[in-house]
């Protein structure tokens, strides 16, 4: 699957990765999050979240591999822009029917330029063409800006959660607040 769309003027190409994709992936998720989400953490958090928890390269393989798990790159000129995790066998309020937004990340430099609007129809479309009845994520609490983005596309916050202890010990307190908002399809 690859579409090609205008974002702020520019083609953006959208396909689905595949296991060939996974150094890239590992590569692009460990830089979208260190433009974005170091303050986030006490020393050394950071490095155990991107190297051991989240993108570690044989977790992002493992992944790929998953039926369940899809990836979505979004591109332009070849440069990767940012990315999008999709759950496919997701449940939410104990309702199986769901797809989870696992991830959505763009370098800071693409943020506001419709890509992730793109990213986001592309997901509710996922959502569509699977018959799932609800699209979900869940966001930071401190992020502000993503909720609002969400709920112009249709979300509604549905509930909130706080990151595990001791798993995220390594986290500022005041960020481990997550919001749930979901969009009935």
């Not at 986001?120 to 479309?125: H, I, N, P, S, V």
């Not at 009845?133 to 983005?149: G, H």
Request: aromatic share 10%.
């Amino acid at each position: 699957m690859r579409q090609k769309v205008i974002c702020n003027k520019t083609m953006v190409t959208i396909y689905k990765a595949s296991a060939a994709d996974a150094a890239l992936l590992t590569q692009l998720a460990r830089s979208i999050y260190q433009e974005h989400y170091l303050h986030l953490w006490h020393p050394g958090g950071a490095d155990w979240y991107m190297n051991e928890y989240a993108y570690a390269a044989h977790k992002i393989a493992a992944e790929l591999a998953d039926p369940a798990v899809e990836y979505f790159i979004a591109a332009a000129d070849d440069q990767p822009l940012g990315y999008l995790k999709l759950n496919t066998a997701a449940t939410l309020d104990e309702k199986p029917n769901a797809v989870e937004i696992e991830r959505i990340y763009l370098h800071k430099n693409t943020t506001g330029r419709g890509t992730g609007k793109q990213l986001m129809q592309l997901a509710l479309q996922r959502a569509k063409e699977l018959e799932k009845e609800i699209l979900f994520l869940k966001a930071m609490d401190s992020s502000l800006d993503a909720i609002v983005f969400y709920q112009k596309l249709g979300y509604t916050i549905c509930g909130s959660l706080q990151l595990p202890m001791p798993e995220f010990a390594l986290m500022k307190e005041e960020y481990r607040g997550m919001v749930v908002l979901k969009r009935n399809i």
